[in-house]
């Protein structure tokens, strides 16, 4: 496959494995086929953080040998000898970088960050060596003009198209000074991408505010017992931790009466790559920038944001901002109002202060209550992971006709890991679901989806695989987990993805599950998220954590009822970062200081939350 890094794996089996044989003195166990139940399954038993280094360079150098065996082929180009044979290419390559992007994203030990600093560059290079391939390219281009004669199904007019398209995208028909420049752009873009996310993880994981009791002031137990947890994780027995990232951030700031806390909890988790030590990411976004600017120009294009939007379904940066800008000025209104509520709230209870950034979950907690007479602490009893897991399988049987099977001796890369088997109502198996929900050092923060197989059949039917991942804050052992409203959101969201990767039907992998345009993906990811909040799913699963008993029918009401509340903030929220992170790109060629550089007009002086 010519995907590359992006996502997912292949099982055919190797088609040239002399280089292998080569340097096959002691086997390295991340190359071969993945072997195993299930159409074969990551060794992640086998997986040593020495062995990515000489396993991605045998990978790469296979796929390379088979590249230009493609590209040698005296054969006229067809869409069998050459697109084809490059969707059975580089499988060595696509299962070794699935589980380095696992361990990037999962198990990133300072062990782990100093090989992935030497790689990143060098799987960029090696990228551009395959779509720099000029006979390659002219072979590629031949399928392609040729695609309506030549008597292809629709599924291979696209793969085509896409495979065309992303080799002219990234540089395919420059002149050969371009193309060693932008190959230089890619790696040092490369050394960057690495370096911005281990400064990030290491904020994450090095700035932990401990508490005493006496800090404890509004906290609830379940809130409590976490950071007790995760203080004495880190050593510090009889005192409680809060820790740099989101799921332990908004609970802390919604919760806590301690405004003085609250604003170290902000700043540290909003400073992020921004405390100006040796993590601060300010000079690496000013280089990113410059560079992305320098390779639009190369490949032809006014700025980044109109190479990087060219192949989505906005189109272009304009039509882009509009769709973001339509809802701006709404949001922006409505925090307005959700600010005021808050302010009266807090002038009521003579708190003789102005809503700030690290007061607004805090106060929007209190109009909650007060407005829907909604209590989040009084749902969160009801929403146990476990029993929330189970409502995503019940989903899932419902729409698509999944059954989720738990599976042992499946290797795993953490033991509190969890591995379920899909299956359809006829028995067939449809794939693999991994399930990785806690917090660790070295794993990001957040929660996503991973492809860690995509589904193919053009050479046999290869089913998928997939994970979900979480950062759910373990409390004490043998104590249920309890998540909030919005955490659960997030984890259907997830399971909304995977559902995606599972339903794949297709024949070639690089159209496979998820990959699809960036601004589709999220599409059944929202539709599907929705099944949490119908009476369905929490009738049967929203159950009390002690009494078993379903969510109240007015608990349910009022959460309908509080649906729109702080939206405003929600949606302001990430329509900043996606606004400044448009205009930074638009900026074109000049340098910036992300310090200084123009933020759109926050909503009021004093609330930008
Ligand atoms: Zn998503």
């Known amino acids: 496959m010519i995907r590359l890094l992006l996502a997912g794996a292949g099982l055919a089996a190797l088609a040239a494995p002399a280089v292998l044989a080569a340097r096959a003195s002691a086997p390295n166990p991340l190359l071969p086929p993945w072997t195993g139940p299930y159409g074969g399954v990551p060794p992640f038993d086998k997986v040593t953080v020495d062995g990515f280094k000489p396993a991605l360079e045998a990978a790469m150098a296979e796929q390379l040998a088979e590249v230009d065996k493609i ?48 790689m990143a560059p060098k799987l960029a290079a090696f990228a551009d060596q395959i779509t720099q391939n000029e006979k390659l390219f002219k072979r590629i281009a031949a399928v392609d003009a040729a695609r309506d004669a030549a008597g292809l199904t629709p599924e291979q007019k696209r793969l085509a198209w896409l495979d065309y398209t992303n080799f002219v995208r990234a540089g395919a028909k420059l002149d050969p000074a371009a193309k060693k420049r932008l190959s230089e752009i890619n ?79 902000w700043r540290m988790y909003y400073g992020r790559g921004d405390h100006g030590d040796a993590h601060d990411n300010n000079a690496i976004i000013t280089e990113i920038l410059r560079l992305r600017a320098e390779r639009a120009k190369l490949l032809g294009y006014q700025t980044h944001a109109h190479w990087r939007l060219e192949n989505s379904m906005a189109g272009t940066p304009e ?24 302010q009266a709230i807090a002038d009521k209870e003579g708190a003789k202060i102005k809503i700030e950034p690290w007061d607004y979950r805090y106060y929007a907690e209190k109009v909650r209550k007060a407005k829907y007479d909604l209590d989040q602490n009084e749902v969160k009893p009801y929403l146990q992971l476990e029993k929330l897991r189970e409502g995503m399988f019940w989903v899932a049987g419902q729409l698509f006709g999944f059954t989720f099977t738990p599976v042992e001796g499946v290797p795993v890369y953490q033991a509190d890991m969890r591995v379920y088997k899909v299956t359809d109502p006829s028995g067939r198996l449809v794939g693999l679901w991994y399930f ?34 979480t950062n759910f804050v373990r409390g004490k052992p043998g104590e249920p987990i309890l998540i909030s409203w919005d955490d659960a959101t997030a984890l259907f969201h997830e399971f909304g993805h995977a559902l995606h990767g599972l339903n794949s039907s297709v024949s070639y992998p690089s159209l496979s599950g998820t990959n ?38 007015e608990q349910v009401r009022k959460i309908e009822q509080a649906s729109t509340f702080n939206q405003g903030f929600a949606t302001v929220e990430y329509l900043a970062s996606a606004l400044v992170d448009m205009k930074l790109h638009l900026a074109g060629d000049r340098t910036i200081d992300p310090d200084a550089f123009p933020c759109p007009p926050r909503p009021t002086p004093d609330s930008s939350g």
């Not at 090095?206 to 609830?220: K, M, Q, R």
């Not at 973001?324 to 509520?341: F, I």
């Not at 660790?440 to 290869?462: I, L």
């Open 71 to 118: 590209a040698a082929d005296p054969a006229p180009a067809t869409f069998e000898n050459t697109l084809a044979a490059l969707e059975r290419s580089g499988r060595a390559l696509d299962r070794v970088a699935t589980i380095f992007g696992v361990y990037s994203s999962t198990m990133s030990t300072p062990d782990f960050q100093k090989v992935e600093e030497e």
């Open 187 to 265: 790696q040092r873009l490369a050394a960057l991408y690495t370096k911005f996310s281990q400064n990030l993880l290491a904020d994450e994981a090095d700035y932990v505010l401990y508490l005493d009791e006496a800090d404890l002031a509004g906290l609830p137990d379940s809130e409590r017992s976490a950071a007790a947890a995760a203080a004495e994780q880190r050593g510090q027995k009889g005192r409680w931790a809060v820790l740099n990232t989101r799921s332990s951030m908004e609970p802390f700031l919604t919760y806590s009466g301690r405004r003085d806390l609250r604003e170290k909890v």
């Open 319 to 342: 039509r882009a901002l509009q769709l973001m800008e339509a809802v701006w000025k709404p949001a922006v209104a409505r925090v307005r109002e959700e600010v005021a509520d808050m």
């Open 436 to 469: 990785d929900p806690y917090a660790r050092p070295g794993k990001n923060s957040g929660a996503w989806m991973n492809a860690y197989r995509s589904q193919e059949r053009f050479d046999g039917e290869v089913t998928t695989i997939v994970s979900n991942n």
């Open 516 to 553: 699809v345009v960036r601004d589709y993906v999220e599409f059944p990811s929202q539709l599907l998220e929705r099944w949490l909040s119908t009476p369905e799913v929490l009738n049967r699963f929203a159950l009390h954590y002690q009494t078993g008993k379903p969510i109240p029918p």
